[in-house]
């Protein structure tokens, strides 16, 4: 096990994943409507908060668990076959009431289809976990590869033929249903026949699973209320246009905290107990991840525009003005999104709920504030709300890995002082340069420059070139 090859493998699925994204993104926008993207992203609110459900903390618990045996695994993978199927039900007979509650009769079918997925992941939970606690994923990688490109191949196809947002529904599910038969059929480990007393089983993992799964389900409402509040107050329209402003943003977040997050979470689990090696790990984790995304977020930041216009279309022109308070706020989630796991390996999921209650809160105001001015109101008040969640978050995290704030400003204030040197440049040159695909891709790289030189009188920057000669 190492973090060079954890990161290596998730990186390369995750960069796949990425380009389907990207590439859905991009030309299945021009083929489907705003407003059947608007109508997907109101079923992914139910089916977002339906996952909370799905194995209720189990499969992060066999991951940090110090040792895992037989009846344990057994319990746990029929505990989650059982939610599963409790869970797909209730989303295929309750399609109605959310078909009505938003007034879309189109989302009745969507969330009975999308209810398939549920059957098939609640059999397959504890195979992915397993894998994940013995570090294998390679084999993890090159399933999840397989999937997303499969699954995007139809999708596409689908859009063509002018199938709507049934091309996106589709594609949800080919790629669930691959993914979870190669699990099954890779894993070196199958279930007992024998249904064995599954309360009595997993009561060793009930405090962990309890909190962890308490924590998903008050982040949920503090992730997905805005959606459902846009939806039901606003329009499909606008929804839609938030919601890939959204998806833009979530790109440079969920892309490398997802990597960083699943390589790290055995590693830190198994050292849980060496607090100097966790604090290492992980202030260079968060130095390296927002040495990535400040970047980005700054060419989005300056750039919204013509990002919007010219990749997407003016047709989507409302994104662009969510995007400038959406993008910095994707450089505080960046690093928020990475505390989970260092409260999971340390087994304090307990102070994981009480921050999730703080950003539900705080995220909860921003939202029911907002919606009643306009979407772009809405948008910088929940970048409001992730800042000043940032503060008292961090801090409990570096004291639970007996560290402190004072270390994290120390190791990367420089990081921002690039990124604001980047913008003032960006924001300078743009207004000598047309709207055009070539300068976007100009105004990005000189960024990227701009950004990395003034980084190299640094201590962190000089290192790694050194390491690099040697």
């Not at 919601?243 to 590693?267: D, G, W």
């Not at 910095?328 to 994981?352: D, E, K, W």
């Not at 002082?417 to 040159?429: D, K, M, P, R």
């Amino acid at each position: 096990m190492s973090i060079f090859n954890n990161l290596k493998w998730n990186a390369i699925s995750q960069l796949f994943k990425i380009a389907t994204q990207l590439i859905s993104m991009i030309y299945l926008a021009r083929l489907i409507a705003p407003e059947d993207y608007g109508i997907m992203a109101m079923a992914t609110v139910v089916t977002n908060f339906a996952i909370l459900f799905r194995d209720l903390g189990t499969s992060a618990a066999i991951v940090q668990r110090d040792s895992i045996d037989e009846s344990l695994k057994s319990a746990i993978f029929w505990l989650n076959l059982l939610l599963g199927i409790i869970v797909g039900t209730a989303i295929l007979f309750s399609s109605s009431y959310f078909s009505e509650l938003y007034d879309v009769p189109k989302l009745k079918p969507v969330l009975s289809l999308l209810s398939i997925n549920f059957f098939l992941l609640g059999a397959t939970s504890v195979h992915l976990s397993l894998l994940e606690r013995e570090s294998k994923f390679e084999t993890i990688s090159k399933i999840e590869i397989f999937s997303f490109g499969s699954a995007l191949i139809i999708a596409i196809a689908m859009a063509y033929l002018n199938f709507g947002v049934y091309s996106l529904v589709t594609q949800s599910i080919v790629s669930t249903l691959l993914s979870s038969g190669l699990f099954w059929y890779l894993s070196s480990w199958s279930p007992r026949i024998k249904i064995e007393n599954i309360f009595k089983n997993t009561k060793s993992i009930f405090s962990f699973s309890y909190q962890l799964s308490l924590f998903n389900f008050i982040n949920y409402f503090a992730r997905n209320l805005d959606s459902f509040l846009i939806g039901k107050y606003m329009s499909a329209t606008i929804l839609g246009a938030y919601n890939l402003a959204y998806r833009i943003m979530l790109f440079p977040l969920t892309s490398i905290t997802f990597i960083v997050n699943r390589s790290l979470f055995p590693i830190l689990s198994k050292n849980k107990h060496k607090h100097a090696e966790v604090e290492k790990i992980y202030l260079n984790t968060v130095y390296t991840i927002w040495f990535i995304t400040i970047p980005l977020i700054i060419s989005l930041l300056c750039l919204n525009e013509m990002v919007i216009n010219i990749i997407f279309g003016e047709k989507w022109h409302l994104s662009s003005s969510i995007l400038v308070w959406l993008a910095p706020t994707a450089i505080i989630q960046s690093i928020l999104s990475t505390t989970g796991i260092i409260f999971m390996s340390q087994g304090r999921t307990g102070i994981l709920v009480l921050l999730g209650v703080q950003g539900a809160i705080l995220t909860g105001i921003a939202f029911v504030i907002g919606v009643n001015d306009n979407i772009t109101s809405l948008a910088k008040y929940y970048f409001i709300a992730n800042l000043v969640h940032f503060f008292p978050c961090m801090a409990l995290t570096m004291y639970v890995i007996k560290s402190n704030f004072y270390k994290l400003i120390l190791k990367t204030y420089p990081l921002f002082i690039a990124g604001f040197i980047s913008y003032c440049v960006i924001y300078i040159l743009k207004k000598h340069l047309d709207h055009s695909f070539l300068s976007l891709v100009i105004l990005t790289i000189i960024c990227f420059v701009v950004f990395i030189v003034s980084l190299l009188p640094t201590k962190e920057v000089k290192n790694f070139i050194n390491r690099l000669i040697k």
